[in-house]
């Protein structure tokens, strides 16, 4: 019966060992995952941080195209409003508003 019972206590023993390695092994598995997921959280995050910076650059270049965009077209304005008159004499005229000097030939 002593026998019986110290081969019921040995594999108790060795279940407990084995359950204890296999929480050991599971404890390993999960600090290995966190620690792939708190990398992959921080690539995403300094790739997010990426994508906001590049947006807001292009939302700079976006406003800088729009303001040329409008002084061109204040310009051409500018230039589309030169009144030729027939005459003979050339005139050069100063437009203070765009600094720009310009020549208006006019015509006979």
Known sequence: MYLELEKERNASATAANEAMGM???LQE??????????QFQQVVEQKSMH???AIEGLREVI????????????E????????????ADRR?????KHDVAYR?????
């Open 51 to 53: 994508d906001q910076e």
């Open 104 to 108: 208006t030939f006019l015509f006979c």
């Open 29 to 38: 598995e999960k600090a290995a995952v966190l620690m792939e997921a708190r």
């Open 92 to 96: 050069e005229h100063m437009c203070s």
């Open 76 to 87: 051409n304005e500018f230039y589309r409003s030169i009144e030729v008159t027939p005459c």
């Open 23 to 25: 929480i050991a092994r």
């Open 63 to 74: 406003v800088r195209i729009e303001e040329e965009k409008r002084e061109l077209e204040e």
